[in-house]
């Protein structure tokens, strides 16, 4: 399934962060500079109902009591503006510009009058902006004061902000030292981030025992990253004997948390029988849930057991579909796959640009069964565009990965200078009907 761990890191709980520009201002200072110079003859008017573009409305009686100062109408207008900023499809618009600037008014507002929830969701929105609207020195400032308040998610954002630099050197201590604020107070993202830290050794020393031991608290606490990486080290062995049930264990909680990366690999292991038992209904169920959600993983699990038939009618269409998709969200395996099903025209006319393609995609990303694939597309006088260099470059790659017919393949190529000879070892790598070679997915159901 592929090295899953960067996804989680990767995840929304993450806060977004950028590059630091600009000092510290005075409430009015901010407000011109993020526009609200042009709403001022308009934004005290109660004569229109704003709508996101989702279709959800403002309702006139909350901003009315917003427009008399109570703090909670005013958070929640707010909140209401930074949902249409962050909703908009089109970034260009003036509509953007007019939510972030109406956002930031409101909570300033609800944030002046010691709304904890406002002055970190201020912060959070000035370090998020773009253009004139954003001012990480300012959104620190906020931060800083709502993490004081009690926010812990405002600690956790200042960890985020330190570990990045926004424009000044990384500091992973400070990082670790908002971190523990905010884990002190019920932040399991932050524990999650400490466990990182610890396994990584950023700002402390490596410490895998202390990393585990956070990665499982954030996990009895129902975090689903934490659940997932925890299910990860122990399906790859990490700092551990490979226990696969004990994998299977922390998959399932993720899954049933939602995650999908954690739903597409359960759904694998129910396929394999690995850790589980055996069950083709619960494969397409997880693997669904996953694709439902964009997991190029669930994708290329559905297309494998529509292929096979497995839990499901056997159908060579929705298989091909379901590749696509895994492919069009760059799952290498799905790749390799596509590139072999136009080259045998299996279900669709035979196209070898369409396989040279598919390949060429998946080699880039250094799947050994295609590096040999597009390597071999030279000697088989498949490709127009190949050269001999390029082939044997590429066969070279897929050696150096272990790939024992490209080292012979290539070995030949050198040895001749008749172009189009064909020295191949035979039909194309399938590599397990898609299934990447990564672990800690095993080759085939």
Known sequence: MGNRESVGKANATHSGVRAQRGRRESTARLLLGLGLVWLLGACNQIDAVPVTPEGATLAPELLERAERGEVDAQLEVGL?????????????????????????????????????????????????????????AEGKRWLTRAGQAGEASAFFTLGELALRGDGEDPNPELAV????????????????RLGEAYEEGLGVDPDLETALSLYRKASSAGYAISQYRLAVMHDQGEGMSRDVSEAAHYYKLAAENGYAPAQAQLGYL???????????????????????Q?????????AVLYLKGLGVEQSFEEALRWYRLAAQRQHAGAQNMLGTIYLTGEGVAVNANEAEHWWRMAAEQGHSAS???????????????????????WLGRAAQQGHRSAARERAALQSTASVGSDDSD????????????????????
């Open 294 to 302: 964009g997991d190029a993983d669930g994708c290329n699990n559905l």
């Open 371 to 393: 590096q040999y694939n597009l390597g071999g597309m030279f000697s088989r006088g498949l490709s127009t565009t190949l050269s001999r260099d390029e082939a044997v470059d």
């Open 177 to 192: 030292a908002y971190w523990r604020r905010a884990e002190g107070l019920g932040h399991s993202g932050a524990l999650h």
């Open 426 to 445: 035979g039909p194309p790598d399938e590599s397990t009907d898609g299934w990447t070679d990564e672990a800690p997915t095993p080759t085939t159901f």
């Open 80 to 136: 209401f503006y930074v949902d249409a900023w962050r909703s908009s499809t089109d970034p260009e618009s003036g509509n953007v510009a007019r939510s972030q600037a109406e956002a930031a008014r409101w909570l300033t507002l609800a944030a002046e009058q010691e709304s904890s929830a406002a002055q970190s969701a201020l912060g959070q929105m000035l370090v998020d902006a773009e253009g004139e609207a954003r001012n990480v």
């Open 270 to 292: 129910y396929a394999r029988g690995e850790g589980v038992i055996q069950r083709y209904d619960e494969a397409l169920r997880w693997s669904q849930s996953a694709a439902e």
